[in-house]
Nanobody, 125 residues
């Protein structure tokens, strides 16, 4: 299992913005689709967004559509999650994960083979 590293989490006020990054030095990320997931205390891990290896296809959870944007810079071996209009219910640990094939089951955690350790996002006044 290869390791990804997330960064960019923190404390932000409601309505604010954060950009999460997901990177690795262990493999070329541009061969893989990358998903973003989150897990709030006492809840299961849920899919937030997914971006194809080329960056041309993205999917989002209904709860974040119009507020979050996944992007990637394959030259930097990095994937991003731009989060705008943050709400208290967005508070969670955010994870990125990689999978070889992008499919309809973009938010199925079992399809992803490499995960990061997570970064905390807290939205609070």
């Amino acid at each position: 299992q290869l390791q990804l590293v997330e960064s960019g989490g923190g404390l932000v006020q409601p309505g604010g913005s954060l950009t999460l990054s997901c990177a690795t030095s262990e493999f070329a990320l541009d061969y893989y689709a990358v998903g973003w997931f989150r897990q709030a205390p006492g809840k299961g891990r849920e899919g937030v967004a997914c971006i194809s290896s080329s960056g041309q296809t993205t999917d989002y959870a209904d709860s974040v559509k119009g507020r979050f944007t996944a992007s990637r810079d394959n030259a930097k071996n990095t994937v991003y999650l731009q989060m705008n209009g943050l709400k208290p219910e967005d508070t969670a640990v955010y994870y990125c994960a990689a999978r070889l094939l992008y499919g309809a089951t973009w938010n199925d955690t079992t399809k992803f083979h490499s995960w990061g350790q997570g970064t905390q996002v807290t939205v609070s006044a």
